[in-house]
C-alpha cells in the first residue's frame, strides 16, 4: 500500500495524531499529506496537493505485524484531485 502511495505522492508526509495500543493491537489516527506527481487509482498527475485522515489498526504477533485494517478517506483523497466536484 505505501510502495503505491509513495510512487503517485514521492512527499508523502504521515503525521500521527493518536496513537493507542491495547492487548496486541495499536491503533493510528493519521494526517497525510502529499502532492500528486503519479499515477494513482487510474488517475494521471495532477501536481495538486492533499491532505486527509486515515485510522490504521494492527495485530501483532511475536513482535510482528500480522493483520492490518485501515479506514481511509478516499473520497477526500478524489475530491482534492479533482475527480469528484467540489
Given at each position: ?15 500521527i495524531?493518536?496513537?493507542?495500543a491495547?492487548g ?29 485522515s486515515?485510522?490504521?489498526i494492527?495485530?501483532?504477533?511475536n ?12 473520497f ?11
Amino acid at each position: 500500500m505505501f510502495a503505491r502511495l509513495h510512487r503517485a505522492f514521492p512527499d508523502l508526509h504521515v503525521t500521527i495524531e493518536d496513537l493507542i495500543a491495547e492487548g496486541d493491537k495499536v491503533v493510528g489516527r493519521n494526517l497525510v499529506t502529499g502532492t500528486h506527481q503519479g499515477e494513482y487509482m487510474g488517475l494521471p498527475p495532477t501536481a495538486r496537493s492533499i491532505t486527509y485522515s486515515e485510522i490504521m489498526i494492527f495485530r501483532f504477533v511475536n513482535g510482528r505485524i500480522a493483520e492490518t485494517w485501515g479506514v481511509v478517506d478516499v473520497f477526500s483523497q478524489l475530491r482534492q484531485l479533482g475527480v469528484i466536484p467540489a
